[in-house]
Structures are given as C-alpha cells and as structure tokens.
C-alpha cells in the first residue's frame, strides 16, 4: 500500500481547494444567474448566504476530512463508529460520481469551443445556435471531447496528491488569474463597459424573490464544492498546522471574487453588441458570447480572437481543476478502502465515469428519447444530484458537525488543538446547527414541491 499523500505547502491547500471552487460554476453559472435574477440584488444576497451558510459548511466538512485523515466514507464510520451516519460518507462519494459524470459532458463542451476558438472556426459569421445545437447532438462530437476531457483528469489524479493534484493546481490557478486580468483589460475598453458593469453593480430589489434567495444559496453550494465529498476528502490531505477558518474564508473569498469578475468581463461584452440580451440563460457562454465575440471586434479581428481563444482556455482551465477534485474522493475511497493501487482505484472511476459520461453526452442527442420521470439522463444526473442528494448532504453534514459530533474535537480541530484564537467559535457553532441545516431545508422544500 502506498503511503498517504498530503498537500506540502500553505499556498497548495488554498490553490488546490479554489480550484475545486472555481469552475463552470463560476464562469458560467453565476453569470446566468446574475443575468436571471436582476444583477447586483442577487450578487448582494449571494454575498450573505457564502458567507453564513458557505462558509460555516465549509469549515465543518474541513473539520471531518482534516480530524480523521482518510477518505469520506472512512471519515464518518471513524467519527461515529456503528451508526447510520456513515450515510452522509456515502452520499459525499456517491454524489461525486453522479455530478463529475455529466460534469464532463459540459466541460467536453469547454474543450471543444477551445479547440474551436483556436482553429478560428467562431470567427466567421454564422448561426451560433444552430452551431451549438449541431455539435451538441451529434452522436460523436461531444462524446470524444467529453472522453479526452475526462483522460486529462485521469492523468493528473494518477500522479497522486503532491505530484498531481498541488503541483497541478499550483500551475494552473495563477494562469487562470492572469488571463481573468487580460480578459478584463479588454472588456474595459469596449463601448458596452459602462452599462455591463451598471447592470453588475445597481441593484434591483423589485426582482427578489423568495426564489432568488433560493437560486442564490443553491449557487453558493454548487460554486464552493459543498456537500460532495471533495472538500472533506481534500482536507484530509491538510496538514494539521493549517487554519481551517482562515482556509474557508480564503477560498471563499476567491471563488466570489473569480465569480463577481466573470460577470465584470462578460456583461460589458454582451451590452456591446445591441440586441443581445443579458439574461440569455444557459446558452449564455456557448450561443451568445461567440457573437459577441465576433461582433464586437469586427474591426480588430485579432483581438477578437485572442478574447475568445483565452476565454475559452479560462472555461476549460476552470472546469479541469474542478473536475479533478470530483474524481478525488472516489479514487481515495476506492484506493483506501478496496487495498487498490492509487493507479487502478483512478482506472475504475474513469472508466465508470466515461460509460455514464458518453450516455449522459448521447442524452442530449440521439438518445434524447429515452427518458425516466420526463428527463433525459443528462438532466436526470443533474436532478438527482443537484435537487435530492447535494441538500440532503448538506443537512446531513451540519447536522453530524452541529449536534453529533463532540463539541471539544470541533474546537480542537477549529483552533488547531486551542493554538488559535477563534473568537466567533460560538456563533460558528450556531450557524452551523440552526441557520445552514433551515435554510437548505427550506431550498429543498422548494425545489422539489413548489415548482
Ligand atoms: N465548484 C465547481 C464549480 O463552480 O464549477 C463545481 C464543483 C466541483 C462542484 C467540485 C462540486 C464539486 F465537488
């Protein structure tokens, strides 16, 4: 059995575990949402709900992964030997497949539009809709890039924690900052600037909405990796000197500020071509954007495709970070608890993975017919994991954190056995038991009865 990995550096833990955060969720997702929902309102509750429910549940799922050093599932049997709370281990793990198998599918889509984007074929003026949806139902298209997508995660993970996952991350985090940094100099100059970024910053509370406040905490989760088991599992791998609190407020704050800036390159893009719409939804980043793209700089054709070229590679980037820590905690488990090699643990789950990806990718095409409860499989993926299984977890995590677990070990592993000052300790604790555990209750409520 080999020896357990663990990340080396201060600056590895940050940057591997905002890797986990920030993916499509961010460049893709949280400006949909922005555009939805009546921009900087949404952006100002999105801000309370990371901060009093994303972060006290980021802590506590620090707390599992770092007090016991071992997977997610091992996590809890050792927590609470003999106990039906060792469910919330297996809902992390089994949570991650689902969501990483149809993960890839989109993040498929990431790397087709960068090879696109590349070989100049968004340039030319052409019917991006019929263009996406072509690709996207075509029986094999998204099904390789989906496959070669899913072969990049398998190679990082199979050099392990320190070699794959830190080093990677390490790597790749300050390139992606670099290229948020060129992308916003170029939305500064364009004509739409001064309107995208007051669509970002004038809040308009006549759109909120009980169901906006719901969007807004279902996007805190989604956005910061919460209740899938990645984050316990990379916090196994922290070191015991690390600051919990102060890694949770980091991340956090970093995963917001990517968000917050997609929206501040993005928007001025889309109000510089008029006729497009901001709240385009899903087809945001792979149906408007092209145009914009191509519209905005038909006078400057490089610069538009170096924008477009370099946001892509940001997508794509994004997601693989974010991918690698779906493939994570199976892996961990497989490896830790099935006395498999780190290599063929990585084998099985890609393998696993890439069945139900190319059915998840089919599902959007040729096999759109074949439907369980009305949805395809793609949207079934999404369903189950995002609106059943993610908020069940996430009650289930603040509730073994809050009540369950001894109150001297959450102390222990928040202040490093008492060696930090912790101030608000107490109302971490009451977050954690009443206010993040409602609140999910109340979303999940929502989602699944009202709509
Ligand atoms: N946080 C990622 C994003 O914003 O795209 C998505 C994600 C990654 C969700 C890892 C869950 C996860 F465990």
């Known amino acids: 059995m080999e020896q357990r990995g663990n990340f080396t550096s201060k600056i590895g833990v940050v940057l591997a575990t905002v890797g986990s955060a920030v993916g499509l969720g961010n460049v893709w997702r949280f400006p949909t949402e922005v555009g939805n929902n009546g921009g900087a309102a949404f952006i100002l509750i999105y801000l309370a709900c990371v901060l009093f429910i994303g972060v006290p549940v980021m802590v506590s799922e620090f707390v599992i992964g770092r007090s016991t050093h071992a997977n997610t599932i091992t996590a809890y049997r050792r927590l609470a030997p003999g106990t039906w709370w060792r469910v919330g281990g297996i809902q992390g793990v089994f949570v991650s497949f689902l969501i990483f198998c149809y993960y890839i599918v989109v993040a498929g889509w990431t790397l087709h539009y960068t090879v696109a984007s590349f070989l100049n ?77 007051a669509f970002l910053l004038n809040p308009d509370f006549s759109k909120v909405t009980a169901s906006v406040v719901l969007s807004a905490v279902g996007q805190a989760f989604y956005s910061l990796s919460l209740a899938m088991g990645c984050l316990c599992t990379y916090a196994s791998y922290f070191s015991s000197d690390t600051n919990l609190v102060k890694t949770a407020l980091s991340v956090s704050l970093i995963d917001t500020c990517v968000a917050v800036l997609c929206g501040f390159i993005i928007f001025p893009a889309v109000f510089s071509v008029p006729g497009v719409e901001a709240d385009a939804g899903p087809g945001l980043v792979f149906i408007t954007l092209p145009h914009v793209f191509n519209t905005a700089f038909h006078n400057v054709p490089l610069i538009g495709y170096l924008f ?118 107490g109302v971490y604790i009451f977050l954690v038991r009443w206010v993040a555990p409602l609140a999910i209750a109340v979303i999940f409520y929502n989602e699944l009865f009202r709509k």
């Open 121 to 197: 074929q968004l340039s030319a003026d052409k019917d991006y809709t019929a263009y996406f949806q072509n690709f996207v139902r075509s029986p094999w298209e998204p099904v390789v890039y989906a496959i070669l997508f899913i072969l990049m995660v398998h190679v990082i993970i199979v050099r392990g924690v320190e070699h794959g996952i830190e080093k990677f991350s390490k790597l790749m985090m300050p390139l992606l900052l670099l290229i948020i940094g060129v992308l916003m100099v170029c939305s500064f100059s364009m004509s739409g600037f001064s309107e995208g970024i």
């Open 308 to 425: 477009s070229l370099l946001f892509y590679v940001l997508l794509m980037l994004a997601a693989l970070t974010s991918a690698i820590s779906l493939h994570e905690p199976i892996t961990a488990y497989l490896h830790e608890e099935w006395h498999l090699s780190r290599k063929r643990a990585a084998w099985i789950v890609t393998s696993g993975c890439m069945l139900l990806g190319v059915v998840c990718s089919l599902s959007m095409g040729v096999w759109n017919d074949f439907r369980i409860g009305g949805l395809c499989m793609f949207d079934l993926f999404d369903f189950v994991s995002a609106k059943i299984i993610l908020p069940l977890g996430g009650i289930l995590i603040c509730s073994f954190v809050g009540w369950k677990l001894n109150r001297q070990l959450v102390y222990d592993e928040v202040t490093n056995r008492g060696s930090l000052r912790v101030r608000l300790f």
